[in-house]
């Protein structure tokens, strides 16, 4: 027997030991048990039945503080672990080839399939330096729903399977803006690598393109097999990296497909009109230059302005390949419309349809700087087929062309899928129509489609208005200035300006956030809308798309007062007393409300005024005041518009009295009277569904207002109830005792 025989033995002969002693002493104690007596035994039962329930209320807690304390360290280890099995199985693809990887990723086994079959491949793939941009089995199942099959076996096994091989290791710390890179087959044109700031999914690591195709896990650093091995990347991408094939040895550049179509097949896309302006202007050589192209197939110009060299440069961004993807949404280039007098931005947008999955791209120009010929705004333009590789970067198709304002407002409005249901109602409206293509200097600011299905009932029809009434007229007028804003004439005004609509109606104009996120805001009517397109120039005008429809509201003014940054202490003060307090009145829709509400100016006035008074006041401590005080500014009987307080409304009862209207016939100020207190009104006609909110510079109170009377409040009554309560327990515990 050797020594860990022995130890073993040892050991053995120790725990046989152990047990048998426990078992000796385990019979002792049971024999001891059974002498004692039923009374006693009973006793020790209780016992034993406390003691157990100690014990488990101790395990109980003790399991509760080993929760609390070793949980965050089991997380942490889970972490460490996850980590190191990250790092292993990033050791592990290190030490394999690009095919080892493919076999073994189940996601990539569509991949798999295409190459599996040709010994060639297969062998590249273990043995060549070389890199590999793999598309997952979704995005060749996508790839195969956009075309047919017939065009998958053709294309996919023998030309395009080689467009996802460069025969070069290729690490991303290479990648630069838009590099080219060899595909394998030199039929096709280059890949452009691309990398970018923004990455949805890991936002403080960059996004990294090859084309339009997200990459979405990079395994660099592989190892081909045999004695002359060569590193390999590999990249696992989310679209297949489609391209047309051309119908000669190499792909063309933008000029040439320009003036062939047909060398991709795009014969069906008429060019030829674009070429000769291009022509003309003596300007083909941009078009063989790197950059982005866009080439617009609707050029039968409607008159002015002149399609001329900034309207040609206006189409290309140079040195920079842009797919949809890399372009970003909303994100500006500057085009090679660029000098002393002019300056083109070109921006991407994806435009979602609202009920489809469709997808509408867009591309708009802004002239940002013009001369007397091209005029400031954006005009947009519909992408038909996108992300054509070329030679020298990317083309893109679109309808129409760029930076040219040469259609009319009403001839957009009429074009514009997004705006048929303002469009159909101006047709309701014939005199409203024609006034819109008579005046060459207006801004129309154009509820979209999505504006009117929020105001719509189940029958389609707008609640409580007619489409072709005198109302509705009203209504639609309200969306016309005529006078042209445009958001650069907002910068120069301080980021707002206030103008009157074609009914007489004020209008609003304001820029809401910082320089590069500024987003153009209208309010009037009511109702508070923002621009989703702005500054769309045309030849009698400019254009705003908004997602609100001016003069409907749909908050009630409740609504209206809590997202109102001017009343924040008037309704902290309304919100005093519970869950009935003084704003909740404001809910009801069944009402028609006048609320003349003091600002925040107004009440810090009042505070400055009654200091100790308006502290009880914004603290809450006596509610019946604050509904009181409140009260004094409301009235329920009618909505009056500032042009009613103008014009007819002399006097105004509220619930807690009478308010005279003064309006001031030189400066054409509005004032409310109470007592020998004067308030301006100094914002005005903030419509809600059951009402209209004007704002004041004054609070119409008094210092009586502020005093305690004699009558014991409902706060005071709580107090005596609970006072009266303690009593009679404390005579009743006396009375025990004796």
Not at 313 to 325: G, S, T
Not at 368 to 381: E, F, P, Q, Y
Not at 553 to 577: A, D, R, V
Request: aromatic share 10%; glycine share 4%.
């Amino acid at each position: 027997m050797n020594n860990d025989q022995q130890q073993q033995q040892s050991s053995s002969d120790e725990y046989s030991v152990y047990y048998q002693t426990n078992d000796n002493k385990n019979q002792q104690q049971k024999q001891y048990h059974n002498h004692h007596h039923h009374h006693n035994n009973n006793q020790i039962k209780h016992q034993h039945k406390n003691s157990k329930n100690w014990f488990n209320n101790y395990c109980l807690a003790l399991i509760s503080i080993m929760n609390t304390l070793l949980l965050p360290i089991f997380l942490l280890q889970l972490i460490n672990c996850s980590n190191l099995i990250t790092a292993v199985q990033a050791a592990q693809y290190n030490n394999n080839n690009a095919f080892q990887v493919i076999s073994e990723n189940p996601e990539l086994s569509m991949f798999k399939n295409l190459i599996g079959n040709d010994t060639a491949y297969s062998f590249m793939l273990k043995s060549w330096k070389m890199t590999v941009f793999v598309p997952t089995n979704q995005a060749i199942k996508m790839f195969l729903e956009r075309n047919s099959q017939q065009q998958l076996v053709d294309g996919f096994n023998s030309d395009l399977l080689q467009y996802h091989l460069v025969s070069a290791t290729i690490k991303r710390e290479s990648w630069t803006e838009a590099s080219p890179a060899n595909a394998l087959n030199g039929q096709f044109p280059p890949l452009y690598l691309t990398t970018t700031d923004y990455n949805p999914y890991k936002p403080d690591e960059k996004s990294y393109f090859v084309n339009n195709a997200f990459v979405i896990e990079a395994i660099e650093d592989l190892q081909g097999n045999g004695p002359n091995a060569e590193g390999q990347a590999l990249y696992i991408i989310d679209e297949v990296l489609s391209s047309l094939k051309p119908n000669r040895p190499t792909a063309p550049t933008a000029l040439e497909l320009l003036k062939e179509p047909s060398i991709y097949g795009l014969d069906n896309f008429d060019m030829s009109k674009f070429l000769q302006k291009v022509q003309e202007k003596q300007l083909e050589s941009i078009f063989s230059t790197p950059g982005t192209f866009f080439i617009p197939t609707k050029v039968a110009s409607r008159g002015t302005p002149e399609f001329d060299e900034y309207v040609v440069k206006a189409h290309v961004i140079k040195d920079k390949p842009l797919f949809i993807r890399t372009m970003g949404d909303r994100r500006s280039y500057n085009t090679m419309a660029f000098d002393d007098n002019v300056d083109v931005e070109l921006s991407f947008i994806n435009k979602t349809v609202r009920f489809t999955v469709e997808q509408m791209y867009y591309i708009q120009t802004n002239t940002i700087k013009n001369d007397a010929i091209h005029k400031a705004g954006r005009v947009l333009s519909r992408m038909i087929k996108a992300n054509i590789p070329v030679k020298n970067g990317v083309v893109h198709i679109i309808d129409k062309p760029l930076m040219l304002m040469d259609m009319a407002i009403r001839d957009f409005l009429r074009e514009q899928n997004k705006l048929k249901r303002f469009y159909k109602l101006l047709e309701k409206h014939p005199d409203v129509l024609s006034n819109i293509g008579k005046n060459s200097n207006k801004t129309v600011l154009a509820p979209d489609d999505n504006a009117f299905a929020n105001l719509m009932d189940n029958n389609q029809n707008f609640a409580g208005i007619s489409e072709d009434s005198d109302e509705m007229k009203k209504l639609l007028l309200n969306h016309v200035v005529y006078q042209q804003v445009s958001f650069s004439d907002l910068k120069r005004s301080a980021g707002f300006a206030n103008y009157t609509s074609a009914n007489g109606v004020p209008v609003m104009f304001r820029l809401v956030g910082t320089d590069s996120n500024a987003r153009l805001t209208v309010e009037s009517g009511g109702v508070n809308a923002t621009s989703s397109l702005s500054d769309l120039g045309a030849s009698d005008g400019i254009l705003h798309i908004i997602d609100r429809v001016l003069g409907m509201p749909f908050n009630t003014i409740y609504e209206k007062l809590i997202n109102n940054p001017m009343l924040n202490e008037t309704f902290k003060i309304g919100s005093q007393g519970g869950t009935q307090n003084w704003n909740s009145k404001l809910l009801d829709k069944n009402k028609r409300y006048t609320f003349f509400a003091p600002s925040n100016t107004a009440w810090m006035e009042f505070d400055r005024a009654n200091p100790s008074e308006f502290k009880q006041l914004d603290q809450g401590i006596y509610p019946s005041i604050s509904r009181a005080i409140l009260d004094r500014h409301i009235s329920a009987k009618g909505q009056y518009n500032k042009k009613d307080l103008e014009q007819t409304v002399k006097k105004v009862d509220t619930i807690q009295g009478e308010l005279n209207i003064l309006p001031d016939p030189t400066t054409r100020e509005i004032y409310i009277e109470w007592e020998g207190t004067r308030a301006k009104i100094i914002s005005s006609d903030i419509h809600g569904l059951n009402g209209v909110i004007h704002i004041i510079d004054k609070v119409l109170a008094k210092k009586r207002d502020l005093k305690v009377n004699a009558a014991i409040n409902g706060q005071s009554y709580c107090h005596l109830f609970v006072y009266l309560i303690m009593g009679l327990v404390s005579i009743m515990f006396t009375q025990q005792l004796r």
